[in-house]
């Protein structure tokens, strides 16, 4: 009864197929029925064992020490997600045999359930791609110099790069042409795709130009003008910039515009271990007078302050004025203090003199770079300063 219907010659792509040659559509529905379990079967038991051994070889390569990539990706279940493929590519392989049954409706299921089983293998190749990219990040994430070189903006890259990659094949699965003839098309949308991917271009030459030059990196502490942002790097990604600020809001900047704008990074006083003071004190110029005998015993008597040495004699009286002792001894005090920098400059001067008094500068660098504590240190120092400054005669100027 069977033995004229089923009969083996080669297809169309050259493949061996299977042709049922039947009248009766009962018999075509029992035959296409049985052979969409049998191919379901099939799938479902080869995805059952792929995936048990699999994850299985994988797991047991994972315990090495030296296996760390090897378990960030079974972490973001790279593995689970290749395991669909085999059931796809069976049901691809097993969709010509549709074409060989005799009635048209049922042979024209063949195409369209190999395209779509193909479709399924390009998707899932597709999201094991993005787990491996992600297992990237994660275990790149662990090393000393993630935070100086950031690698999230060429991930992003890739990313962008799968996605088409994926669109184009499925494009060309779906209208049966080469992927060769999309890709001669993209020179002619390259005008279009420049417009439509502008931000994204711009970014991705800026995120290449700020890991190349270690312009930025996670942690840095920056200020950009022409913005509200002043505060901590906290994500660098291909077209964005994320920065903290103080007052712990959130600034998004476009990555471009740290190049074409500029920006001040804190980095190297971080490095240094120092951070400059920079304060000027205006000083009424009526104050101002020579050294006398009544001053120096003042001075002398006074428990508030020690002068140094050199200060302490009246031969100072016919060189030095109240302001020029109070310079010199805001140099030997800044000098003993345990706060201040003493390998770095430290600079007491005179700014040209306005009408709001006669200001005196004061450059030096403590020995601390937390906001708070260098603060509470720069406070703690000119309050002393104020405090001497009636001692050695002199007034601060202040509009009245």
């Known amino acids: 009864m069977f033995g004229d219907m089923f ?20 018999v075509a529905i029992v035959i296409v029925a049985g ?20 994850l299985w070889v994988v797991r047991r390569l994972a315990r090495g020490e030296h296996r760390k ?11 689970d997600r290749l395991a669909p493929i085999v059931p796809a590519w069976i049901v691809y392989l097993s969709a010509p045999l549709l074409t060989g049954v005799s009635f048209p409706i049922i042979s024209m299921l063949g195409r369209p359930v190999g395209v779509i089983a193909a479709c399924f293998m390009v998707y899932a190749a597709l999201r094991a791609g993005f787990a491996f990219l992600a297992s990237i990040e994660d275990r790149y994430s662990h090393f000393p110099h993630a935070s100086e070189r950031p690698i999230k903006s060429f991930l992003q890259v890739a990313t962008i790069v799968l996605y088409l990659m994926a669109l184009i094949a499925i494009v060309s699965l779906l209208l049966d042409r080469s992927p060769t003839y999309f890709l001669t098309g993209v020179s002619a949308m390259t005008a279009l795709l420049i417009i439509v991917f502008r931000d994204s271009l711009l970014g991705f030459v800026a995120s290449i130009q700020l890991a190349a030059y270690d312009m930025l990196r996670i942690g840095d502490w920056i200020e950009v003008p022409g913005y509200v942002a002043d505060g901590v790097v906290t994500d660098i990604s291909l077209n964005t910039i994320k920065v903290q600020n103080f007052d712990n809001t959130i600034v998004t900047l476009p990555s471009y515009v740290l190049l ?6 804190w980095r190297g006083m971080m490095d240094s271990g120092a951070r400059r003071v920079r304060h000027a004190i205006p000083f009424d110029a009526d104050s101002v007078r020579l050294c006398d ?23 100072v009286r016919d060189s030095l004025t109240n302001l020029g002792m109070l310079r010199a001894y805001m140099m030997a005090y800044f000098r003993e203090h345990p706060a201040i920098r003493a390998d770095m400059p430290l600079v007491i001067r005179h700014v040209q003199s306005t009408s709001q008094g006669l200001p005196l500068e004061v450059f030096l660098f403590v020995n601390v770079t937390d906001w ?10 000119f309050d002393h300063v104020y405090g001497v400054l009636p001692l050695f005669g002199l007034r601060v100027w202040q509009k009245r």
Do not use: M
């Open 260 to 265: 074409s704008n500029g920006v001040k990074n």
């Open 372 to 381: 708070q504590t260098y603060e509470q240190v720069q406070s703690d120092l």
């Open 7 to 26: 009969r083996f010659a080669e297809g169309p792509d050259g493949w061996p197929r299977i042709y049922v040659q039947t009248d009766s559509l009962p």
């Open 35 to 54: 052979l969409l379990l049998s191919i379901a079967l099939a799938s479902v038991l080869c995805y059952a064992v792929t995936r048990i051994l699999l």
């Open 293 to 315: 005998d009544a001053l120096l015993g003042a001075l002398r008597a006074s428990p508030a302050l020690r002068l140094p040495p050199a200060l302490d004699t009246a031969a």
């Open 69 to 79: 990539w090897l378990r960030a990706a079974e972490r973001h279940k790279v593995f």
